[in-house]
């Protein structure tokens, strides 16, 4: 047979960009079906996984269970973790601030407080604290006393119980837990005195109140001083 008389070979056709039927597809077209095909996919998964969750069968399962045990765990730690560094970090700060630890573990530890009751509170301070991490709840300090405590000659903003927030608010969110200090001091001469304000706590600082800190130093020393009784 003559090369001449052979059917004739088909002639290459470059790739066709309109995508016509019966057309081979472009390089572009492959690409936007890829890309339409992954969204697809994720726009399946993110509708099924909630229904997969609430299942249920699934919810009940043990495989499930161990999983988010060993999710609040993994959580849990890492919560822990970032708070210690924090805490650290901070009576590193402090330490260097006032010249060494011993300032810091004196006012903790007086010298002359009774041993038993002083472990007794720092065992009932742990514990809520404990719970306040565990709820996610929150941390609230108490302030009562004279013009001391209520910062009287002083900006609000540099008030103790201020700069004692400032301090501590960072640390508590790394356990989401929202630490607050409310400050009830009054002036001496106002009426109150460290006689009676001690009976109007729940209505000065709230019912909620996890610590409250006691300041009349100053005045109690002047009653005391002038035989009062």
């Given at each position: 047979?003559?090369?001449?008389?052979?059917?004739?070979?088909?002639?290459?056709?470059?790739?066709?960009?309109?995508?016509?039927?019966?057309?081979?597809?472009?390089?572009?077209?492959?690409?936007?079906?890829?890309?339409?095909?992954?969204?697809?996919?994720?726009?399946?998964?993110?509708?099924?996984?909630?229904?997969?969750?609430?299942?249920?069968?699934?919810?009940?399962?043990?495989?499930?269970?161990?999983?988010?045990?060993?999710?609040?765990?993994?959580?849990?730690?890492?919560?822990?973790?970032?708070?210690?560094?924090?805490?650290?970090?901070?009576?590193?700060?402090?330490?260097?601030?006032?010249?060494?630890?011993?300032?810091?573990?004196?006012?903790?530890?007086?010298p002359d407080h009774n041993k038993e009751i002083h472990e007794k509170g720092i065992q009932?301070?742990?514990?809520?604290?404990?719970?306040?991490?565990?709820?996610?709840?929150?941390?609230?300090?108490?302030?009562?006393?004279?013009?001391?405590?209520?910062?009287?000659?002083?900006?609000?903003?540099?008030?103790?119980?201020?700069?004692?927030?400032?301090?501590?608010?960072?640390?508590?969110?790394?356990?989401?837990?929202n630490f607050e200090v409310r400050n009830a001091g009054t002036g001496s001469q106002c009426?109150?005195?460290?006689?009676?304000?001690?009976?109007?706590?729940?209505?000065?600082?709230?019912?909620?109140?996890?610590?409250?800190?006691?300041?009349?130093?100053?005045?109690?020393?002047?009653?005391?001083?002038?035989?009062?009784?």
């Amino acid at each position: 047979m003559e090369r001449s008389d052979r059917t004739a070979l088909p002639q290459y056709q470059p790739l066709s960009v309109s995508n016509g039927p019966g057309e081979v597809p472009s390089a572009r077209a492959l690409f936007k079906k890829k890309i339409f095909t992954i969204i697809t996919v994720i726009f399946i998964c993110s509708a099924a996984l909630p229904i997969f969750v609430n299942n249920e069968f699934v919810r009940d399962s043990d495989l499930y269970k161990e999983y988010l045990l060993k999710m609040k765990t993994l959580t849990w730690s890492r919560q822990i973790q970032k708070t210690r560094t924090a805490v650290k970090d901070m009576r590193a700060m402090l330490e260097e601030y006032y010249g060494g630890p011993e300032i810091l573990i004196d006012t903790f530890e007086l010298p002359d407080h009774n041993k038993e009751i002083h472990e007794k509170g720092i065992q009932t301070l742990a514990h809520k604290m404990a719970r306040a991490m565990v709820w996610k709840d929150q941390f609230v300090v108490g302030a009562i006393g004279n013009s001391v405590t209520a910062g009287h000659d002083n900006c609000n903003y540099d008030s103790y119980e201020q700069q004692l927030e400032r301090l501590m608010k960072p640390i508590w969110s790394n356990v989401y837990v929202n630490f607050e200090v409310r400050n009830a001091g009054t002036g001496s001469q106002c009426g109150d005195t460290f006689k009676n304000q001690i009976w109007c706590m729940r209505n000065l600082v709230g019912d909620d109140v996890d610590v409250i800190q006691y300041s009349w130093t100053y005045d109690e020393k002047i009653y005391n001083t002038a035989g009062g009784v």
